[in-house]
């Protein structure tokens, strides 16, 4: 099995990255399987569901998200309505949607997807390890294949549960900080492990917001609404390669495809 997991779409620049490279990817490639962060896609923050409907379309099979999930309030009800568009599975099990999902490929094959949220500089949160370690038991008896965003702000949280869950999920790849890493690996009992995935959107700017609404807002500390920028796009994430009857990675490789090579 050939999974692509595209990294934190941002704004209207994510979203043409997605709409005009998936399908060449996918084909060039040969993916199976694709996954998006979605949680900045609407203006640079949050989801809403007309957008997340457009990402299916465009080929996406599951959207994670994160700590901007909540940003637009239509987004709540549809949180329940649609199974395809992952929350933190750590937040409090009355907060509305789900954090994993089973899903079926063309050939039959299943694929867990789980989504987790870190607490280092984030929120006071269920534990992630404690969380991500109870799903692999609810769910390993559907698939071997579990793959994880971890949606954390922190380095060595992302590192620790990579660790943590080594040889048990088929995958731990980190989001949130939209800086692609250049750590990919195939962990000692054959998890795939990244610390980001990177950034889907404009690379000429401050992780996706215009430099000079950043700049301004570092160097006076005064808040201001933080703008999308528009150049240099990019579409960036990992293929990873699975063994469908084992769960184990036996491959990653990072993916970082510039707009303009578009053919």
Known sequence: MRVLFIGDIVGKAGRCAVEHLLKRIVKDDEI???IANGENAAGGMGIT?????EIFKMGVHVLTSGNHVWAKKEVIPFLDEEPRLLRPANYPSQVQGRGVGTFELKNGEKITVANLEGRVFMKTL???FRVGERIIEEVHHKTPVIIFDFHAEATSEKVALGRFLNGKASAVLGTHTHVQTADEKI???????ITDVGMTGPMASVIGVREDVALER???QVPRKFDVATDEIELQGVV???N???GKSTG????SVPLKERG
């Open 32 to 34: 199976d399987f694709v």
């Open 49 to 53: 569901p007309t957008i997340a409907l």
């Open 126 to 128: 269920e534990c992630p």
């Open 187 to 193: 962990l000692g009992h054959g998890t795939a492990y």
């Open 218 to 220: 570092f160097l006076t």
């Open 240 to 242: 990873i390669d699975i």
């Open 244 to 246: 469908s009857k084992t």
């Open 252 to 255: 990653i490789q990072r993916r």
